[in-house]
């Protein structure tokens, strides 16, 4: 997004022209900062030829999976609906790894007969389930072994998943009794290691560690793996500070690390991909002064983007027209739903706002959509993609009427 003459633009298209024409709130992604995320990250790491497999968790929309299959990605799935939706959209499924902590014997059964790349299994019990399915199917599937490398990734403590408190992974003594008793299974091939420390990492330094942990354990269990599954959780700039992943110093530790190990390294992006490639539109409903500030009550709500209820998260927040009369006054961000958590972002001093005047979420690309619902008996925001001068409406509309 940039701003023409105080004017805010998504590539060509006029955000304020745009909200005439679709209902507020609405998310509006960008097709040239989807290109220009994956081409970035393609080229970050283009001399170890990895396999980037899009968290499908981060955004699951159908037309956006389809422009994720034309640059060549895979998909990381953590339910069968994602996988369905991922092959819907063409992504090959040699191409698709199926992760989670909790996948039921239904969905482990789908998988392997669509003969997806790795199921990458959480527990010895998971294990046992898979080589059972397996057995019945009459196949021998590849899996992944998911280890809990206890590594305090320093982000929001609610999407922080490598800690040994966290439910995800494996410890590496349990680890070690899986190789040890599975690795002559009629039914298994254990073909990957998979690690996952976490979301909107901005420091290298607890990659590194995880390369280490990664490291010592493939040392330890004298396991030949044929992939290293490092996950996603790279982070983006959400506009409220400068710091960014120095994606050079995790290449090099990286590239360190296949120095020693002969692997196929697998990524698992979302955020980073998709992340800052989206708006949510909003109307200001109404203005209410309150003790010293102001809460700007806006029609997007908790139940459109729930990061900011859920987990803290900033995100800021833009006027659509631009003027230089900033008022020093407190401004409460807020929605309409009746909950005191349904509120966006405060800041210190603001533009002079009025009345039924748009402003933009930004960088709700992530995690947006997705966690969406319907409560309050609210209806669900649609989804528009601009590519240069056009845009499209890429989600159905929901009708309150259907919903009753």
């Not at 590539?11 to 970035?40: A, Q, W």
């Not at 997806?116 to 389930?129: C, D, M, Q, R, Y």
């Not at 748009?358 to 409560?375: F, P």
Request: charged share 25%; with cysteine.
């Amino acid at each position: 997004m940039l701003y023409k003459k105080n004017n805010l633009y998504i590539e060509k298209v006029s955000s304020i022209s745009l909200s005439k024409k679709v209902k507020t709130p609405f998310y509006c992604y960008s097709y040239k900062k989807i290109e220009d995320n994956i081409n970035r990250f393609k080229s970050n790491f283009k001399s170890i030829k990895p396999l980037i497999c899009f968290s499908v968790k981060s955004n699951n929309n159908l037309h956006i999976l389809k422009i994720i299959r034309s640059f060549g990605l895979g998909a990381d799935v953590v339910s069968k609906g994602e996988l369905l939706r991922a092959i819907k959209a063409g992504i090959n499924p040699n191409k698709i790894v199926f992760s989670g902590v909790g996948k039921t014997p239904e969905e482990i059964n789908f998988a392997i007969k669509k003969k997806i790349l790795l199921i990458n299994a959480e527990s010895h019990s998971e294990v046992e389930t898979i080589e059972n399915i397996a057995k019945k199917n009459k196949k021998k599937i590849n899996i992944g072994l998911r280890l809990n490398p206890n590594i305090d990734a320093q982000t929001l403590k609610k999407i922080s998943t490598g800690r040994n408190e966290d439910k995800f992974g494996i410890n590496e003594k349990e680890l070690l009794k899986i190789l040890k008793a599975f690795h002559n299974s009629k039914h298994l091939k254990i073909k990957c290691l998979s690690v996952h420390i976490g979301s909107q990492i901005l420091d290298h330094k607890p990659y590194s560690k995880m390369i280490k942990v990664i490291n010592n354990f493939i040392n330890k269990s004298k396991y030949k793996f044929e992939y290293i599954d490092l996950g996603g959780g790279m982070g983006i700039n959400y506009n409220l500070n400068k710091k960014v992943l120095n994606y050079k110093k995790y290449y090099s530790e990286i590239k360190k690390f296949l120095k020693k190990h002969r692997v196929k390294i697998i990524f698992e992006p979302g955020r980073s991909i998709i992340g800052d490639a989206a708006l949510l539109i909003t109307k200001i409903i109404y203005i209410k002064p309150a003790n010293n500030k102001n809460f700007i009550i806006l029609d997007a709500a908790m139940n459109d983007f729930m990061r900011p209820a859920l987990y803290g998260a900033s995100h800021n927040i833009v006027p659509l027209k631009k003027n230089r009369n900033i008022l020093n006054k407190v401004h409460d961000f807020v929605g309409p739903v009746c909950e005191s958590t349904d509120k966006f972002l405060t800041l210190k001093k603001y533009q002079k706002l009025k009345k039924n005047e748009i402003l933009a979420i930004c960088d709700v690309g992530a995690y947006g959509i997705v966690l969406a619902s319907n409560y309050n008996l609210r209806t669900k925001p649609i989804e528009v993609l601009v590519n240069s001068s056009k845009f499209k409406i890429i989600s159905k509309r929901e009708y309150i009427n259907k919903i009753i």
